[in-house]
């Protein structure tokens, strides 16, 4: 079982970091303006869509490693809403991944 638990914190850093990529890291935030905007266009918020992205490829990880929607999903949800609430800066980064952790934690002690 303790490859399960790897495979999820691997997973978990693959989608956090480099598959996250900076557009979606900048983006994914509601407060993010863009540095530049053609002349003539008007600045358009995609950060619901570059969240939710970015929390549907975690939940694409979890249902890889344990083929099970439910979990899929339950990481998608949470993940989506653990990272809205760093964007907001009502967590700090080390709080938002001590989060990401214990939903891990969950997900991985459904498998046992």
Not at 70 to 76: G, I, K
Request: proline share 5%; glycine share 4%; aromatic share 14%.
């Amino acid at each position: 079982m303790i490859d399960k638990l790897f495979l999820l914190l691997a997973g978990h850093a693959l989608a956090d970091f480099p598959l996250q990529g900076e557009h979606i890291s900048k983006t994914k935030s509601r407060h993010y303006i863009p540095d530049y905007i053609p002349e003539g266009q008007n600045p358009t918020p995609i950060w619901f869509y570059s969240l939710t992205a970015h929390a549907l490829i975690h939940g694409l990880v979890v249902y890889l490693i344990t083929w099970r929607l439910d979990l899929a999903l339950y990481q998608s949800i949470t993940h989506w809403i653990i990272d809205f609430m760093k964007c907001e800066n009502w967590t700090t980064p080390h709080v938002d991944q001590l989060f990401h952790l214990s939903v891990i934690l969950t997900i991985w002690k459904q498998l046992r």
